[in-house]
């Protein structure tokens, strides 16, 4: 048995141990999406699967490496893993990702025996799909290379052939290469600190700690789900487009919580499509998982047990369960809507712990630098900060990545100007993009690009036309996302999935949706809107016309004029329902 | 003569270090209001001469109090034209990957005060537009119209060509001079706008503070005779300079602590105890911090307040929690203990310098764990009566105990957020609390440090002489150093040794003069270089490769690579066959100083009886009742004396409590040596169950 300190050790350790590969495949990897923006998953599963360490970087990767390492023994049988191994796999509905964000993964050893698995997803640079980010997919065989449970390493050696067939398949196949690399010795960096561990405690007192781990985790996530009055709760919205029809799509979730079980049905979506946007049901699963954890157990370093509470309902050859070969590229976006829709469903029943929407996605925006001569290369832009939702007592946070997202960091200008042929000409806050609301939504940003050479750019945004989606309680909608290729030239156009080819001097402007509102906005302390108007946040045509707030100068400072306000807020009163 | 001052949030502490004698005197006195009187108190009660002083060394903790509390300069900004929201925007990420609630700190600096300059220069340090001078007069009236005292300044790309910065610099010396200015590429000359402009915009909101207390200082030593040296030392442990400090606060913000964690250090070296995890308890914080194979761990990266900035650093935990925190019932009936603290103005109740709120030292003091006659060595006479007093009023009366229990109650949750500060850089950190020494200093560490190290299943406590003044020794023990970094991209397959020379040559020559200006003889001068390196491709740098001392030859050169190459392979388990890139050089200057040794002090058996004191009553929590514990003067025990709690061994500014079965040894330096009475599974005083 493991007594508390032990536990809680180990605990630590664990957690430890995935941050050290964290830190050594941040250090080694050569793309700025990996070593600034953090865009990978980092997990640890015990022997049976059940997660027991992950690190900050992209939740949804790492909600879904238990599928990948299942995969990996599924395919080559439990019996054919030996030490020194790292397999890697990238098919989408083994993995619940595109294929070029592949999964690692090494089983961990002691004395024989499987103790652990560490497991790694991370964008690797390109698998040669019909464009280095498509848009316009229609088949998973278009979408790159399909490895399905192959040993990179096996006891130790490096498989060249493998290493072949990743470069021979890719556009920049040196850094491709590098970075699958770098994955395999994190991953053997993190896997020897966990088999240290289990040396110096005993196996036994090993798995002892990470039974209570677990059970203490699923006692804590329960009473959380407890606290949540029983009921169903429904929302829907639409995505844009599927990237190859123009119609809107279909989203529906439907939240029934009963007791300690939280479920969570989206039967009601639409079915699968014929463009990139089906999630695959381990990417489903790891969006739902994302949303009960955040909802009950948000500080807690994460555990197989916080996720015990959780059903998940998608029917097979629906968006969010499709069949093969479904293309599935840009999989993250309908799981994305889902990590605001599900929260906001539930705004009735627990309002302290859920935000209205946020700006709605990642706001994806690329510029591909591939070098043919040299195999090397790297991209430009990335993902973008948006408004997040106000809640029932505070305005909504600016600026931050969506909580697809959470563990991620933007990249510098500085850094990116120095790696790649590009001037960022601003980037700054975008005024009056936060919806109203008696607390605001948070404001999204406005950045500019400059190209200084030929690029292939590929927008991925969604959220910037369909969605029906307002704030809560009379709270208004955040601005839409917008992206606008050549900004005030003749060639001017806005898109949110697209692709397009630059040249130097070419523009592109990236304005990011805001968050959605909170109660009326004719009930918000004038005073909160006089500091919005001198922060530059609110214009004062919107905080006349939205939130009825009359200002004037007095000298040369701005005041409420409160008269006028009153007599403004009781005609918009009577105007709105 | 040498000497030292740390000023803390409640005690200003002095030691002095007679060079000729050998003697190291110390000596307290509370922290005033005006934080410089409280230095020149503690000089005057010591009857320093300050003519016969060569060096002082100073600590404050003014920059980092006026960040915790909010409290700096209004502060406004200079950015490149579409970049003033970079400071707001920050990294976008959050700490807790699952907490769709997190908040940003909020922005340093309101937008409104923050004002753009058309100007641009690229990543390699070419101009694309000149800077627009006119846009610079615009902003210097808009901050004078919003009663602005200081400006950071920081452009896109300055740390490859400062030019624009400069010329900015020079526009406010001439046509703002009363405005404080910081200009971002004098903190930092690295890229990632967000860190640099916060580290300049944090410089900029500490400095009229802090530029204001150390003029007031130091024209108060000159009245007294104080003609030489003034240091301040640094976050990351070495000194710098009075002039220095005065135009970058920001790398002393950690100044007392870093004190401490390098005398700890220091004694690591001297006693061969390599593990130490340090705790340094005063009035008003809490600081923890680890010694890992003699070495204390300096990061160049720390998040402060939750802002990220780029400096050497001492990696410090520091936590609200000390013998000043302020205890109260909340609303609904709950026990709260700090993070407020009594300070030492008005202080606790039983100081009877006014303070009405009862704090930890109170409870101690009702549980009979301080001696009301001998605090500050019975310069100061404690008032338990008026503690007790305010303890049962404010506390035991509305939760319904007698104000021992209630006593006792305030001592367990301030020790179990303690306990909870050093499980975060241990057990968190994936380090085995049992692998440490816990070392406690600080005038309220050893106080807590027994129940702590039970709590916290630390096997053994060691208490330095004079444990009050430990910070401030740690000072005295301090060289002068200087930081230097640059970014410069180079590859290396196409560099030259000179070319990579030059760029240190550079560096050493900002060394040599700060040197020079630090009247350090060129015998005692040192630099470390050491260039960060990464494969083609990699980010920031992937490893840290020293340098040898001394121009680079071409051979040397040429073994970098494979020097590279090897640490690579090492560290991260792979290599390939990327080309390798220079991406920072880095160079510390350091000005050796003379530093006293730790003493050993006289032997004797094992018996310590000639230590007694006294006996006194003490309410003990594991016996829910009061036994009598005996009292040892520790000015009295000899080298090698050795005693077994319960206990309290007591010396002029501070205590040191022994539960039942702790045992002490006295170490050949005079440092109390304690092993942990192994859990028997009661509860010892102040700790409760968990």
């Excluded at chain 2, 803390?8 to 050998?22: E, M, P, Y």
Aim: hydrophobic content about 40%.
């Amino acid at each position: 048995m493991a007594d508390p300190i032990t536990t809680e050790v180990i605990r630590y350790e664990l957690i430890s141990a995935a941050e050290q590969l964290k830190r050594c495949f941040k250090r080694t990897t050569t793309l700025a999406i990996l070593y600034e923006l953090n865009d990978f998953g980092i997990s640890i599963y015990d022997h049976e699967l059940r997660l027991i360490a992950d690190v900050p970087g992209i939740p949804l990767f790492s909600g879904t490496l238990n599928y990948c390492v299942k995969s990996c023994i599924d395919q080559v049988g439990l019996s054919n893993l030996a030490p020194g191994d790292v397999l890697t796999t990238s098919v989408p509905f083994d993995t619940g990702s595109q294929p070029i964000d592949a999964a690692l993964v090494a089983p961990v050893f002691f004395e024989n025996e499987i103790v652990a698995y560490t497991a790694l997803k991370a964008h690797m640079g390109d698998l040669g799909a019909i464009d280095p980010y498509p848009t316009t997919s229609t088949e998973m065989y278009q979408e790159g290379l399909l490895m399905p449970a192959l040993y990179l390493f096996r006891k130790g050696e490096l498989q060249e052939q493998i290493l072949r067939l990743i470069k021979a398949h890719s556009r920049i196949p040196n850094t491709t290469a590098t970075n699958f690399l770098a994955a395999a010795s994190s991953l053997q960096v993190g896997g020897h600190r966990v088999e240290t561990l289990v040396g110096r405690y005993g196996r036994e007192t090993f798995r002892s700690a990470i039974q209570e781990m677990i059970s203490h985790g699923e006692r804590i996530s329960r009473a959380a789900v407890m606290a949540i009055p029983d009921g169903t709760w429904d929302i829907v919205d639409w995505m844009d487009n599927n990237g190859v029809d123009p119609e809107p799509v279909n989203l529906h979730a439907s939240v029934t919580v009963r007791g300690s079980d939280f479920t969570i049905d989206l039967s009601g979506s639409a079915p699968q499509q014929r463009g990139p946007i089906n999630s695959p049901f381990p990417g489903t699963m790891s969006a739902c998982r994302y949303v009960l954890k955040s909802l009950t157990t948000p500080l807690l370093p994460a555990n197989e047990g916080h996720f015990r509470p959780l059903r998940v309902i998608a029917p097979y050859g629906s968006i969010f369960n499709p069949a093969p070969p479904a293309a599935c590229f840009l999989y993250a976006w309908p799981e994305q809507r889902l990590m605001d829709l599900i929260p906001m469903a539930l705004a009735k029943a627990i309002p302290q712990r859920v935000t209205a929407h946020s700006g709605g996605d990642c706001c994806d925006f690329l510029m591909t630098y591939f070098d043919h001569e040299t195999g090397r290369g790297d991209y430009g832009g990335g993902v973008e900060a948006v408004g997040l939702g106000a809640s029932p007592s505070r305005d909504g946070e600016n600026a931050l990545l969506h909580h697809c997202e959470s563990g991620c960091c933007n990249i510098p200008n500085e850094i990116e100007e120095t790696r790649v042929p590009l001037l960022v000409e601003r980037y700054e806050l975008r005024e009056d993009s936060g919806g109203a609301g008696k607390f605001r939504g948070g404001l999204g940003v406005v950045k500019e690009y400059h190209a200084l050479e030929s690029t292939t750019a590929i927008s991925i945004a969604e959220r910037t036309e369909a969605s029906i989606i307002t704030g809560i309680d009379g709270g208004k909608a955040g601005m839409l996302n917008e992206i606008t290729y050549f900004p005030g030239t003749p060639r001017e156009l806005k898109r949110g999935k697209h692709k397009a080819e630059l040249h130097a001097g070419d523009r592109v402007l990236i304005r990011s949706g805001g968050g959605a509102g909170w109660g009326n906005p004719l009930d918000r302390d004038p005073h909160a809107v006089l500091a919005d108007v001198i922060a530059g946040y609110v214009s004062r045509s919107i905080a006349g016309n939205e939130y009825g707030v009359v200002l004037c100068e007095v000298g040369n400072e701005l005041r409420v004029d409160g008269e006028r306000t009153a007599a403004l807020r009781a005609i918009l009163s009577t105007k709105r329902p | 003569m040498r000497f030292a001052v740390d000023v803390g949030g409640t005690f200003t502490d002095l030691i002095s270090w007679d060079l000729r004698s050998g003697e190291i005197r110390c000596n307290k006195t509370l922290t005033k209001v005006e934080p410089s009187q409280g230095v020149l108190d503690v000089i005057r009660k010591e009857k320093l001469d300050l003519r016969e002083v060569h060096l002082f060394v100073h600590g404050t903790t003014l920059g980092i109090n006026a960040i915790l509390e909010k409290k700096g300069a209004r502060t406004g900004l200079i950015t490149t034209k579409g970049f003033r929201d970079v400071i707001e925007i920050a990294r976008m990420d959050r700490p807790d990957m699952y907490d769709i609630l997190y908040r940003k700190p909020p922005a340093l600096v309101p937008r409104r005060l923050r004002m753009e300059v058309d100007e641009r220069i690229d990543a390699r340090g070419n101009v694309l537009r000149a800077l627009d001078r006119e846009a610079v007069l615009t902003a210097i009236s808009h901050f004078r119209q919003h009663r602005v005292q200081a400006v950071a300044i920081c452009l896109l790309h300055s740390y490859a060509n400062p030019s624009h910065e400069e010329q900015i610099g020079a526009i406010f010396a001439k046509e703002a001079p009363e405005l404080y200015v910081t200009l971002s590429h004098r903190i930092l000359r690295e890229y990632s706008e967000y860190e640099r402009t916060m580290s300049a915009v944090m410089n900029s909101y500490i400095q009229p503070k802090v530029q204001d207390y150390l003029g007031h200082l130091q024209t108060n030593l000159r009245q007294e005779g104080f003609s030489q040296r003034f240091l301040l030392l640094r976050s990351s442990g070495g000194a710098m300079s009075f002039t220095d400090a005065r135009e970058r606060p920001i790398f002393t913000l950690m100044s007392g602590p870093a004190g401490g964690v390098l005398g700890a250090s220091r004694l690591a070296a001297a006693t061969g105890m390599q593990n130490l995890i340090t705790a340094d308890g005063g009035g008003t914080s809490f600081d923890v911090s680890l010694i890992v194979n003699g070495q204390p761990r300096v990061v160049s990266e720390t998040t402060i307040e939750g802002y990220k900035l780029m400096l050497p650093i001492m990696d410090i935990r520091s936590i609200g929690a000390g013998g000043g925190s302020i205890a109260s019932v909340d609303a609904g009936g709950a026990l709260q203990v700090g993070p407020e603290s009594a300070g030492g103005n008005p202080g606790p109740v039983c100081y009877a310098r006014g303070g009405q709120q009862p704090t930890v030292t109170d409870a101690a003091l009702c549980m009979g764990l301080l001696d009301p006659e001998f605090f500050l060595g019975g310069e100061m006479r404690l008032d338990r009566h008026a503690a007790s007093a305010a303890i049962t009023s404010k506390i035991a009366a509305p939760l319904g105990l007698d104000y021992r229990r209630a006593s006792s109650g305030i001592l367990a949750i301030v020790e179990t957020k303690m306990a909870g500060a050093i499980r975060e850089i241990t057990v968190e950190k994936g380090f085995d609390p049992r692998d440490f020494a816990l070392l406690a200093f600080g005038g309220s560490g050893p106080f807590f440090a027994c129940n702590l190290a039970h709590k916290c299943e630390i096997r053994k406590v060691v208490i330095p002489v004079a444990p009050a003044n430990f910070s401030a020794m740690g000072m005295l023990l301090s060289d002068l150093v200087h930081h230097y970094s640059r970014t410069v991209i180079i590859d290396l397959e196409n560099s030259t040794a000179s070319r990579i020379d030059s760029i240190f040559y550079e560096l050493e020559s900002l060394g040599q003069n700060a040197l020079e200006a630090d009247r350090i003889p060129p015998e005692k001068r040192e630099f470390h270089r050491s260039l960060d390196m990464r494969y083609l491709g990699q980010g920031g740098h992937s490893i840290t490769v020293p340098l040898a001392p001394g121009t680079l030859t071409e051979d040397q050169r040429r073994t970098l690579e494979a020097s590279f190459h090897r640490m690579h392979e090492s560290t991260y388990g792979h290599r390939t066959e990327e080309p390798v890139q220079i991406v920072h050089f880095r160079l510390q200057a350091v000005g050796r100083v003379e530093k006293p040794d730790f003493r050993p002090i006289p032997s004797g058996g094992e018996n310590a009886s000639q230590a007694i004191k006294q006996q006194r009553d003490v309410f003990w929590r594991e016996f829910d009742r009061v036994v009598p514990f005996p009292t040892y003067e520790r000015a009295k025990l000899l080298a090698g004396n050795s005693l077994t709690g319960p206990a309290i061994v007591e010396e002029r500014t501070a205590t040191t409590v022994l539960g039942p079965g702790d045992k002490l040894a006295v170490g050949p330096y005079g440092d109390l040596i304690i092993e942990i009475a192994q859990s028997s599974g009661g509860v010892r005083n102040g700790s409760s169950t968990n």
